[in-house]
């Protein structure tokens, strides 16, 4: 919204020196967004009004170019070169004489051009700054002085506030509502530009009615006839809406522009020719279509709301209207329509269509609804005296009934919300400022109670609906800079709770592994599990739709964390970033089969504990996960030696990493679970509990996201993993006494989990009453060839013992080291290397 100073003026008694920032300051400490302060004009210097008097054709030219005598009120007259054709001898137009400045740094000079000397410029809307393009020449009226300062005259010169209106305060998207607030903020007389007296009723205009009235409460009409269509709209005006980004079309068009800027009334004309039949204001109905203004045809909705005659659909109420009825340069007879509609129907009506126009920037935001009678009469009053037509008596109006606000508030609720003592006389003022009628009554029952104010908010505002919005409204006007600043008071004894420090913990040991964290939106689409290659009856595939996604593409709630992270580390690796590892934690949403359906309790009081526990039985199990993704070399190549790509092995070690932060030691199974390969899935237990899986991805997942080869990804329930966790972090024993290391070569069969033939090996370890004498077990190395033939691997361990009271003898840790090599036979089959 563009707000001219000087038209905030007309309506704001502002002191004279009070400047354009002085006013955006003081409107930003009101609690409206002011964007910039715009000068416009100032740089227009030495242009002057003048009349032409002779124009000689020059000829031999591929364009039409005339030599014009212009009359400045100098005495003698100027000779100026001018290509432009749309004006005669005796127009009087703006002249920029030698020296002049124009828009953009444009200095004029006399200069020899087409074989004659050209004296200055005759100057068109564009070259002025009035438009971003004009096809020809600024024709002034008849009357206008000879001579006049052209800048002066016409209001050239001007400052310009930019504000960004938030939807809570449509009032603010017009000129009354600026100037209103800005005569609040000064404590200066306000002069409503709504504020007129309506002629008495003496009938109906033209038949109209509301067929639905959710999508339209009020719709006015007014008529007028024999109006002039060729009528130019007056400079003023032109100049006003240029001032606010609007262009001038005509002057039909240019009234309702002007007095939806100046009211915040979007209006309409109709052409009275093109109408036929009664006007219903309606939705659409199945398989109706409308012409649009913009020459598109569109198919509506059923939720549409309509403006319709005998034809059918003529106007997208509130957002654009009809090309059949539009009017044009022979439309001589109109009809003026104002209505006030839903704002939320017509918000999703041109989301719907995708379509925008500053009617439903302003409709979407709230429009007061009084405004309909006065809009249209103040139309329908300029369109006869600036145009010719002739005001027809009467007024349609059809009306739905509304209910009128009344908020009860205690005098003292602003001051309890804000801490700040502003008492019971400026909270009536502030809320009689912003237009509310208050009736006070005071305080009854006990003798320190508030007075009780009786508060009927103004139909521009319908915002105002609770006692805190009257609260916001005393405490904006008053000042947030008032308002004193303290620091909140830290509560002993409080923290992070386990579950919060495990996340922690695991964030950070993830980062310091060389992962790194993103957060992903939680939502998905349906076609992701078949990208992940889910089978049909997976519980994954049970996912919630959103009522109002963002994206009709991602309209579920995720059931695991991974296909946004896989589309993450798509993107990343398709800009050039080849290795890559990935890590996210979050929730994931598990509809319960058996859910209720939640309840939807009142908005006036507090959920029952009843209802609270029927939400919270209707509510999906919202487990806490962490999943990581891995993609190119996990050890980059250097001059330290050849590297090492990303592996499945690393995927289980990213998990091992995150249980070891819950203080769990990980049981790693094979297992077949998508979107793994089936050859390279582990399954993660811990305590025997399933908490997750990891591994290789199945090469259809990678293909379906993009990714490199032989990615990996992981994926843990951190909600299992966190009751399992000690909440007291023990340090660990230092022992004083020497390690003793044992290593041993096992051969089992191929498909045997080296998993497995660890868990033997601490079975023996236990067996023979030394389990707490073995303080590691570790894997470094694998062997497959001929030596331990085909189909078999070698396995090489090294089991590190220590005691916390003595050295171990070799005795004690070759016994040990017999004893689980001998359970490693029993249950694996394994044969000691070299034995």
Known sequence: MRAPVSWLREYAELPAEVTARDIAQK???????????????HDVTGVITGQV??????????????????????????????????????????????????????????????????????????????????????????????????????????EVLDLAITPDRGYTASIRGVAREVATAY?????????????????????????????????????????????????????RLARAGMRS??????????????????????????????IVVRRAEPGERLETLDHVVRDLHPDDVLITDGSGPISMAGTMGGLHTEIDEKSADMVIEGAHFSASDLARQGRRHKLRSEALYRFERGVDRDLPLVATYKAARMLAELGGAEVLPGVTHAEAPAENVTITIPAGHPDRVAGVAYGRDTVVKRLRDVGCEVIVMPGRWVPDDDDVLTVTPPSWRPDLRDPNDLAEEVIRLEGYENIPARAPRSVAGRGLTPAQRLRRR??????????????????????DWDALQLPADD???????????????????RTTLLPALLRTLGRNVGRGFAD???????????????????????????????????????????????????????????WWGEGRPATWADAIEAARIVAAEAGVE??????????????????????????????????????????????????????????????????????????????????VAGPVPAAEVEAALRAGVEAQGAGDLLESIRLFDVYTGEQVGEGNKSLAYTLRFRASDRTLTAEETTAVRDAAVAAAAERVGAVLRGA
């Open 580 to 638: 890559v590892a990935l890590f996210e934690t979050g929730l994931v949403y598990r509809p319960r089969p058996d859910a209720p359906t939640p309840p939807r309790p009142p908005v006036d009081r507090a959920p029952t504990a009843e209802e609270l526990a029927a939400i919270q039985a209707a509510l999906p199990d919202q487990p806490l996960r962490v999943a990581a993704v891995l993609a190119g070399a996990r050890e980059p190549a250097g």
């Open 187 to 239: 404590d200066v007389p306000f002069r409503d530009p709504a504020d007129v007296e309506l002629p008495a009723e003496t009938g109906e205009s033209y038949p109209a009615s509301i067929a639905d009235p959710t999508g339209c409460d009020r719709f006015v009409l007014r008529e007028v006839r024999g109006f002039a269509p060729d009528a130019p709209s007056p400079l003023w005006m032109r100049v």
């Open 249 to 278: 079309v005509s002057l039909a068009v240019d009234v309702t522009n002007y007095l939806m800027l100046e009211l915040g009334q979007p209006l309409h004309a109709f052409d009275r020719a093109k109408l036929t039949g009664q």
């Open 506 to 527: 695991v964030g950070r040991a993830l980062a310091a592994a060389g992962y790194d964290e993103v957060i992903n939106y939680p939502f998905v689409s349906a076609g």
């Open 666 to 747: 990980l049981e790693v199974k094979a297992d077949q679970h998508a979107p793994w390969h089936p050859g390279r899935c582990a399954a993660l237990f811990a305590d025997g509990t399933l908490v997750g899986h990891a591994g290789e991805l199945h090469p259809r997942v990678t293909k379906a996201y993009d990714l490199p080869s032989r990615a990996c990804a992981m994926e843990l329930d951190l909600s299992l993993l966190e009751p399992k966790a000690s909440g007291t972090v023990v340090a660990p024993h230092v022992a004083t006494y020497p390690v003793a290391t044992q290593d041993i070569a096992l051969t």
């Open 53 to 158: 008097l002779e124009i000689e054709e020059l000829s031999g030219f591929k364009k039409p170019i005339r030599f014009c005598q212009v009359d400045v009120g100098e005495g003698e007259p100027r000779g100026i070169v001018c290509g432009a054709t749309n004006f005669v001898a005796g127009d009087r137009v703006p002249v920029a004489l030698p020296g002049a400045a124009l828009p953009g740094g444009f200095a004029i000079a006399a200069r020899k051009t087409y074989g004659r000397v050209s004296d200055g410029m005759i100057c068109s809307e564009a070259e002025l700054g009035l438009a971003e393009s004009s096809p020809g020449i600024l024709i002034l009226p008849a009357d206008t002085p000879l001579g006049a300062d052209f800048v002066e005259l016409t209001g050239l010169r001007d």
């Open 539 to 557: 519980a994954r595939r049970r996912a919630l739709r959103l009522a109002n996604p963002l994206t009709e593409d991602e309209p579920l709630l």
């Open 27 to 41: 409107l930003i400490a009101a609690g409206m967004e002011v964007e910039s302060v715009d000068a416009v004009g």
